[in-house]
């Protein structure tokens, strides 16, 4: 019997932003609210303790925030102090090991799986996801484990000439190298009338790619426009922000979110956020395996604004490398 259910009350700690931003680019506090009622239902009686990282306030719509504010006040919602080591997700699987509790997210935690081994126990770890036209589904997990090999450091052989390994201190000075023996003039000037002249290269005519129809190839390819085609801004910001960058212009930006295949930026335009999203393909050359790896919560970073989606009102980012 797992330690959740030890003292017979199932008790709960829910990853309130995970659960919001299930299926979506930006967290909905009633889609949250929904899977809360939802588990309820299916187990009554469960002690329920939502938490959410601390920008949740800001990132979702503003119609939402005063509700917020309230489940907030009245303690049905909690938030890691500003500036936690591990934000969120640390503080989550600091209460759930303190209370013994069960962890209610479809987060996997594999930074924090060593320090956490309880997260592979029996019944520590469930998930949940809305099905269109059925409700919520929440099910035990198992949680997917990180990489905890090292990479291997490759080491320098270096073998003095006398066949010795150089030891602190050696001076290791690189061998002349020898140039090659001129050949004599004769010789080349009888070897040159032989080479025949060289034929000029043919000339390919470059294709003319216009920039429109790079951009628009981008938009029609990027995960982003692949996702759930509701609008993320609203019409007059976003038009706003359309207004003020262009296409290929570089803006700074503040990671709020993650998703299964990017990130989601926060641009500050006048004192108002804007959502827009840098999927893992526009993070590095070679492409990170998660976002995760590159980025962090709360960080700052200087994109490229690569393309747009118009019909989701959302811009997609790239990366710029330091």
Wanted: contains cysteine.
């Amino acid at each position: 019997m797992s330690a959740a259910k030890s003292k017979g009350k199932l008790r709960v700690v829910v990853d309130g932003s995970n659960l919001a931003t299930e299926g979506r680019s930006t967290p909905s506090l009633p889609q949250l609210r929904d899977a809360v009622a939802s588990f309820l239902v299916e187990y009554p009686g469960a002690e329920m303790l939502v938490v959410v990282d601390a920008t949740f306030g800001h990132r979702i719509v503003t119609s939402e925030q005063a509700a917020f504010k309230e489940l907030e006040a009245a303690g049905d919602i909690v938030s890691p102090p500003a500036g936690s080591v591990g934000r969120g997700d640390a503080f989550i699987l600091k209460i759930a090991e303190r209370i013994g509790g069960v962890v209610l997210s479809n987060d996997s935690f594999q930074e924090f799986q060593s320090d956490h081994p309880w997260l592979f126990e029996e019944d520590r770890l469930i998930g949940g996801k809305p099905v269109p036209r059925v409700g919520w589904i929440f099910t035990a997990r198992v949680p997917v484990k990180g990489s905890a090999r090292p990479a291997p450091v490759k080491k320098l052989a270096i073998v003095l000439p006398d066949g010795k390994k150089p030891t602190i201190g050696t001076t290791l000075t690189p061998k002349a190298v020898k140039a090659a023996p001129k050949a004599p003039k004769a010789a080349v000037a009888k070897s040159a009338k032989k080479v025949e002249p060289a034929q000029p290269a043919a000339k390919t005519p470059a294709k003319k790619t216009p920039a429109k129809a790079a951009a628009k190839k981008a938009v029609s390819s990027s995960p982003a426009a692949k996702r759930d085609r509701a609008p993320v801004n609203s019409e007059e910001l976003f038009t706003t922000f359309l207004t003020r960058f262009k296409v290929r212009s570089h803006l700074e930006g503040t990671v709020v979110g993650f998703t299964s295949h990017g990130a989601i930026i926060e641009v500050s335009m006048d004192g108002q956020p804007v959502q827009c999203y840098a999927p893992t393909t526009s993070l590095g050359d070679p492409a990170p395996a998660r976002a995760r790896d590159v980025l962090k919560r709360g960080s700052s970073h200087k994109f490229r604004f690569s393309a747009v989606d118009k019909d989701r009102r959302i811009a997609e980012l790239s990366l710029v490398a330091p």
